[in-house]
């Protein structure tokens, strides 16, 4: 199983961000969307909590298994091993991969207000059809 892939490259939303970012804004959007990945908004505490939580969290599961069932027989060295390794591939392909794509490019696209206004303006007219195909056949037209 190992070396197998198990689905999308979840580099796909960040080169693609890249690719956008240089069509639609150039070298200054570079600038602003790769600052944007080292920008901190919150202070070290936080960053601590977030990555200390779910390992505490799995250590007080492995606790409370090991609490009510004997401990496995299967448990190896190699499998320890690899959770740096997924650890790792998770945060740099998943987390600095597919997020800044999501958040760092195609959020901010959204949340001007031309764009906004378009899906919106959709979204109404779409709504408004449906609402009055359902009030006409209520009503018995056709």
């Keep these: 199983m190992r070396g197998r892939t198990s689905g999308p ?24 969307f790769f600052s944007r990945l080292v920008r901190w908004r919150v202070g070290v505490k936080a960053y601590a909590i977030v990555f200390l939580t779910p390992i505490l969290i799995c250590l007080i599961a492995v606790g409370i298994t090991l609490c009510f069932t004997s401990p496995p027989s299967t448990l190896s060295i190699e499998k320890l091993r690899e959770v740096p390794e997924r650890f790792l591939f998770i945060f740099l392909f998943i987390g600095l991969g597919e997020e800044p794509g999501w958040r760092g490019f195609a959020l901010p696209q959204l949340q001007t207000t031309a764009v906004t206004d378009k899906i919106f303006s959709l979204d109404r007219e779409s709504h408004s059809r449906i609402g009055l195909g359902a009030l006409a056949s209520a009503a018995g037209w056709k």
Excluded at 9 to 21: D, E, K, Q, S, Y
């Design 9 to 32: 490259n979840p580099l796909g939303p960040f080169v693609a961000a890249i690719i956008m970012t240089a069509v639609v804004s150039g070298r200054s959007g570079f600038r602003e």
